[in-house]
C-alpha cells in the first residue's frame, strides 16, 4: 500500500479517547476556542466506551469543614508512598473543587445530598477524612452521561470505531504531525493531521487473570507513545482493587469491581473459614490502602483459607441488610445478578487489577517532550506515584483533562499550518498492522491470552521477587514470538475482530513486558510494587522513580533508568498540616465507620 494514497482527515484538536480526560479535554477547547475544529476519536462508542463510565465508587474533593486541600494532598502523597510529582498531585487536589462545581452547576451531574443540603461525602480507604463525593455507587455513568451529552450539543466532531495505531512525527522533526488509524467499521487505514493532539485513551492492566477495565481496554496508547520514543514512568507501580467480584472462572462479570465504598463504610473481609483477618496486616483493618489489602487477601488465598472460588469474603449484614440496600443498590443488584446476597449475607471477591499508576512523563498543562501531544488521565505518570487513592481517578481524569484542552485550544491557535507527516512512518506502521493478515499460523490468541492472564497474576502481580519476575520475562519472550505465528485471515475487514483482537493481545505483551523490566529494576518495596526479597521500602530521601524508554535495537527491547524524586513541596518525615490539623485527622481516621456519617439522600 502506498502511504500517501489513504484517506487524510484534518482538524486542529485530535482527542483520543471518550473517557472523562477526553470529554472534559474536549469541552474545554471548544470553550477557550470555539473558532477551531474539534475531533474526538475513540474505539468504542462515545458515551459508552472507556473506564470512567465503570466508576461506582466517587471523586476525591476537599469541600467539608474541617477538611481542606492540604489535607487531600498529603494524604495523597502518603499514600503515594512518596513516588508523586509533588507538583502534579497538588494541582489535582487544588483543581478538584472547581471541577466538581463545574460538573455540578455547569455540566449538570446530580450527586448524592446531606439532609442540609450539602454534598454527601462517604469514607474511602487510606485518608485521613471522608471526601469521596458520589451518585449512589454508579457515579461514573453520572458524570460520562452528562459530559456526552454536552458534547453531543457542540460543535465538536466524533470519529468512533476508529482504533488510533500509530503517532505519527513530523518529517523535519519538529513534533507530532497526526495520528494513524484503522476504521473499525471497514477495516481502512485512515491518516488525522492535527495541530494538537490529546493521549486519552486509558491505561487498563487487561493483561492480568482478574481485571477490572472494559475488555476494549489493551494500553493502545501507552504502547504508542513507547513506540514513538517517548518516556514511561513508574510503570511497575500496577493497582490491584482489593475486592472484585469472584463469580466462576467462566463469566466476564468476575474480577469486576465490589466498590470500595462498602468496606468505608464498615464492610469485614472474611476469609475461606469466615474469619477477619485484617487485623493481622494492619491497624487499619478493612480501611488500610488498597496495596495493603490487596497483600493481606492474597497472603490469605496463598495459604490455603479461601472459599470456593478460591477467594475470600466480603460481609456487609452486620451493618443491617435494609441500610446496605438503600446505601448500595447497585452494587446489591449486581450482585443478585451472580447469586450473591451483599445486603444479608456473603459475597466471594479476589484482588483484581484496576488501575496503571505509571504512564507517560507529561508536564502541569498536560504537554509531553514531543511537541504538539499532550497527555491527561490514565495514559500519565506522576499524579499517583506507588499508589492511587480511591476516588483520585475520576478526579486525575477530570482535572488534567481540563487543563489539557485549554492548553490545546491555546497551543493549537499558534500554530499556522499542519506538519508534513514523515510517510516512511506511515507506511511502516501499516506494513506492520497488515503482517498478520493472510499469514500461515499455528498458534491460537485464545491460548496465547490465557498464558499471559495466568503468568502475569503468578509471577507480576501483587507479590513479585527476582525468580518470579525472570520466569515472567522469559514467558513473555516466548508469547511475542507465538503472536507471530498467529494467522488471522484474509476476509472483508470489516469489524474484522480477530485482527484487533491480535492488536490488543500485542499491545498487551509489549507492555507487559514494560511492566516486568520495570519491577526487575526497582529493589525495594513501594505501594503496588512488592518484593518479597526486598520487602523493605528503603531510604525515602534518596526515593527515585523508574523511567522506561524503547531501545533502539527496536520494539521488543526497553531500557530502563532511575530518576530522583523531588521533594519541592514536603519531605519524608514532614507535614503541611498544623498539630491541631493532625490531631482531628487522626480522630476522623479512628471513629467508628458510619458513626459520624449521615445517610445520603440520593438524587
Not at 511497575?236 to 469491581?257: D, K, N, Y
Request: contains cysteine.
Amino acid at each position: 500500500m502506498q502511504a500517501k494514497t489513504i484517506e487524510t482527515l484534518k482538524t486542529d484538536v485530535l482527542i483520543l479517547g471518550s473517557g472523562g480526560a477526553g470529554l472534559f479535554a474536549a469541552l474545554h477547547a471548544h470553550q477557550a476556542a470555539p473558532e477551531l475544529s474539534i475531533t474526538v476519536a475513540v474505539k468504542g462508542l462515545l458515551g459508552k466506551s472507556g473506564c470512567t463510565r465503570m466508576v461506582q465508587g466517587g471523586f476525591n474533593v476537599a469541600l467539608a469543614e474541617g477538611d481542606s486541600v492540604t489535607r487531600h494532598f498529603m494524604d495523597t502523597i502518603e499514600g503515594g508512598k512518596w513516588l508523586p510529582d509533588q507538583d502534579l498531585a497538588w494541582t489535582l487536589c487544588e483543581k478538584a473543587v472547581e471541577r466538581i462545581h463545574e460538573l455540578e452547576n455547569e455540566l449538570g451531574c446530580f450527586f448524592d445530598r446531606n439532609p442540609d443540603g450539602t454534598m454527601h461525602q462517604k469514607a474511602f480507604a487510606g485518608q485521613s477524612f471522608d471526601r469521596t463525593v458520589h451518585k449512589g455507587d454508579l457515579t461514573g455513568i453520572e458524570i460520562i452521561s452528562r459530559l456526552a451529552e454536552q458534547v453531543w450539543a457542540r460543535n465538536i466532531q466524533r470519529l468512533e470505531e476508529h482504533r488510533a495505531i500509530e503517532l505519527i512525527p513530523a518529517d523535519d522533526g519538529s513534533g507530532l504531525a497526526g495520528v494513524l488509524m484503522i476504521d473499525v467499521r471497514t477495516g481502512a487505514y485512515r491518516l488525522v493531521l492535527a495541530k494538537a493532539v490529546l493521549l486519552a485513551t486509558g491505561g487498563g492492566p487487561t493483561m492480568y487473570k482478574y481485571h477490572t477495565p472494559s475488555g476494549d481496554k489493551s494500553c493502545d496508547g501507552l504502547a504508542m507513545a513507547l513506540r514513538a520514543g517517548l518516556t514511561l514512568r513508574d510503570m511497575e507501580m500496577v493497582q490491584f482493587h482489593p475486592t472484585g467480584l469472584l463469580a466462576g472462572s467462566q463469566t466476564r462479570i468476575t474480577g469486576t469491581v465490589i466498590e470500595e465504598g462498602l468496606r468505608g463504610a464498615g464492610g469485614w473481609l472474611l476469609n475461606g473459614q469466615d474469619e477477619r483477618f485484617m487485623q493481622h496486616y494492619d491497624a487499619k483493618l478493612e480501611r488500610a490502602t488498597r496495596d495493603v489489602v490487596s497483600r493481606a487477601i492474597f497472603t490469605e488465598m496463598r495459604e490455603g483459607r479461601v472459599t470456593p472460588h478460591g477467594g475470600v469474603y466480603i460481609a456487609m449484614s452486620h451493618l443491617g441488610p435494609e441500610k446496605v440496600r438503600k446505601q448500595f443498590k447497585g452494587m446489591v443488584e449486581r450482585c443478585a445478578d451472580c447469586g450473591f446476597d451483599l445486603a444479608a449475607g456473603k459475597v466471594e471477591v479476589v484482588p483484581t487489577a484496576h488501575y496503571l499508576m505509571g504512564g507517560l512523563i507529561f508536564k502541569a498543562d498536560c504537554s509531553t517532550e514531543m511537541q504538539g501531544l499532550f497527555a491527561a488521565g490514565e495514559d500519565t505518570g506522576g499524579v499517583h506515584g506507588a499508589n492511587r487513592l480511591g476516588g483520585n481517578g475520576v478526579a486525575n481524569s477530570t482535572v488534567y483533562g481540563g487543563i489539557a484542552g485549554d492548553a490545546m485550544a491555546q497551543f493549537a491557535r499558534q500554530q499556522r499550518h499542519y506538519k508534513e507527516p514523515l510517510w516512511s512512518s506511515v507506511e511502516e506502521s501499516i506494513e506492520h498492522h497488515n503482517r498478520p493478515i493472510g499469514r500461515q499460523g499455528r498458534e491460537q490468541l485464545s491460548n496465547i491470552r490465557e498464558s499471559l492472564y495466568d503468568l502475569m497474576w503468578e509471577d507480576a502481580g501483587i507479590l513479585r521477587s527476582r525468580q518470579s519476575l525472570g520466569r515472567a520475562e522469559i514467558k513473555l519472550k516466548e508469547l511475542a514470538e507465538q503472536l507471530n505465528h498467529v494467522a488471522v485471515p484474509d476476509a472483508d475487514r470489516a469489524f474484522l475482530m480477530a485482527w484487533h483482537d491480535h492488536l490488543n493481545l500485542e499491545n498487551l505483551v509489549a507492555m507487559s513486558q514494560v511492566i516486568v523490566t520495570a519491577a526487575q529494576a526497582r529493589e525495594n518495596s513501594r505501594g503496588a510494587h512488592y518484593r518479597e526479597d526486598f520487602p523493605d521500602a528503603g531510604d525515602l530521601m534518596a526515593s527515585t522513580y523508574t523511567c522506561v524508554q524503547q531501545s533502539s535495537t527496536g520494539r521488543s527491547s526497553v531500557q530502563v533508568t532511575n530518576r530522583p524524586v523531588r521533594f519541592n513541596r514536603v519531605r519524608p518525615g514532614e507535614t503541611l498540616l498544623d498539630q491541631d490539623e493532625n490531631l482531628q485527622g487522626l480522630e476522623e481516621n479512628l471513629a467508628t465507620p458510619l458513626q459520624h456519617d449521615h445517610a445520603p439522600v440520593t438524587s
